[in-house]
């Protein structure tokens, strides 16, 4: 049965953790997979999700079944996060939202429903994008193409967007295709585009008849959770039909739980009881209903208006301190001798920096000095802190 099966490639982003736990270099930094750690390097168990988990274990429940869409009081709060709790889009029943399994579970769960009423329409995903993005409508079957992000030839060489190239080819797409737009804090370039472009973004949308996928996995990770979510507001009152995936697994520090969401604005309250009704038979097909314990945690805190303002206070503590990282890598460099402007770091917003090195220089920050981004020349700097960051100072200057 097995004898022809290959072996697949791994994921070119979790694949280098299992390199770095290898690693015998004493002064190893991982900055490769997009987790954050705080500046003693260990990945925060907040303090909202703390008060959160004693309250449950005060009063502990049995395990049964969720509902297929999950717990109803999640739903409605990622609903208010997201669309605002008095937009009129929540008020008047036209956002459908299912619990999903992390951010990804939202992006699979709209994939195919996308699938069964749009069967040939093509996906346009931002080149480069998450790969995981490719993989994942790929595999919902649809064929995966790009549209031109970022260009290193921007800004005289030290990279940037190519925003004309992006509208162009969203201008030229034919009606009906799929575009997935990353909301806030582009992975893996962290350049995002301007609220003013933005708005030529959703005019093209509307003219081309576009079905734009918002995929917001950093919201709060850019300026705050009500400026970052503020692009969503804008699809909407443009009048489009939109999904959103949500992730709770960076602004919570919920990875493991697996924290999603996945949002789609109907046209009317009817229709959008019908598009529920279909999402719930894409999770049903795929794994029946969505896990508790994570979705618990997260609609108490989005539920309690002392624990939402902790969570919005620590996930604003996360933002400050990768900023501060931002400075100090520019700031770093500069003192490591390193003489090209890289003061495009802190023009990059989110966990992630595109530094414009080469794979050859990704290879040997690994092997030389235990410092792991990926070959694409991205670095979480969401993992550098103030004891690591010479380290990574001085192993760029030299590679550069
Ligand atoms: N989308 C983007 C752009 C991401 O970077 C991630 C990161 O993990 C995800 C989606 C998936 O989120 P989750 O880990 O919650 O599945
Ligand atoms: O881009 C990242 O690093 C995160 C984490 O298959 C991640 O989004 C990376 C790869 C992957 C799943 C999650």
């Known amino acids: 049965l097995f004898t022809a ?165 969203l201008t030229a797409a034919t009606e009906g295709t799929i575009v997935l737009l990353h909301a806030c804090c582009h992975n893996p370039t962290g350049y995002d585009i301007t609220p003013v472009q933005w708005d030529q973004v959703i005019q093209v949308v509307k003219d081309r008849n576009l079905t734009a996928f918002l995929d917001m996995a950093y919201q709060g990770f850019g300026y705050g959770i009500t400026e970052d979510g503020a692009v969503i507001g804008k699809f909407v009152a443009a009048g489009l039909n939109i999904f959103v995936s949500t992730s709770f697994s960076k602004s919570f520090s919920l990875y493991g739980e697996r924290v999603g969401a996945l949002s789609v604005v109907g046209s009317s309250k ?21 896990p508790t314990h994570g979705g618990a945690i997260v609609a108490a805190v989005l539920g309690n208006p002392e624990l939402r303002a902790l969570w919005e206070k620590e996930l604003g503590e996360m933002r400050v301190r990768i900023k501060a990282m931002r400075q100090k890598l520019v700031d770093g460099l500069k003192a490591a001798g390193v003489t090209k402007d890289m003061s495009f770091i802190t023009t990059q917003i989110g966990m992630f920096s595109y530094s414009g090195l080469s794979k050859d220089q990704m290879v040997r920050l690994r092997s030389e000095f235990g410092v792991y981004g990926t070959d694409t020349g991205r670095m979480c700097v969401a993992a550098i802190n103030s004891k690591n960051i010479n380290h990574v100072c001085q192993a760029i200057a030299k590679v550069m």
Request: proline share 5%.
């Open 5 to 169: 099966v290959e072996m697949a490639p791994r994921d070119p982003i979790l694949g280098l953790n299992e390199q770095y736990a290898a690693d015998s270099n004493p002064l190893k930094v991982n900055l490769g997979v997009g987790v954050y750690f705080d500046d003693n390097g260990k990945l925060p168990l907040l303090e909202c999700v703390q008060v959160a988990e004693k309250a449950m274990m005060a009063t502990p429940t049995a395990r049964g079944y969720l509902p297929i869409d999950g717990i109803a009081a999640y739903d409605a709060g990622v609903k208010n996060l997201v669309f605002g709790a008095d937009s009129d889009v929540v008020k008047s029943g036209r956002v459908a939202t299912v619990q999903a399994i992390g951010g990804t579970g939202g992006l699979k769960i709209g994939a195919d429903f996308l699938k069964k009423i749009s069967p040939n329409a093509k996906v346009l995903i931002s080149d480069p994008s998450w790969e995981n993005h490719r993989a994942l409508f790929t595999n919902a079957g649809f064929t995966v193409e790009t549209y031109p992000y970022f260009d290193q030839s921007v800004n005289g060489g030290l990279g940037g967007i190519n925003f004309d190239g992006m509208l162009a080819a």
């Open 270 to 290: 009817e229709e959008t009881d019908r598009v529920l009704s279909q999402l719930k038979i894409a999770i049903r097909t795929n794994y029946s209903n969505p």
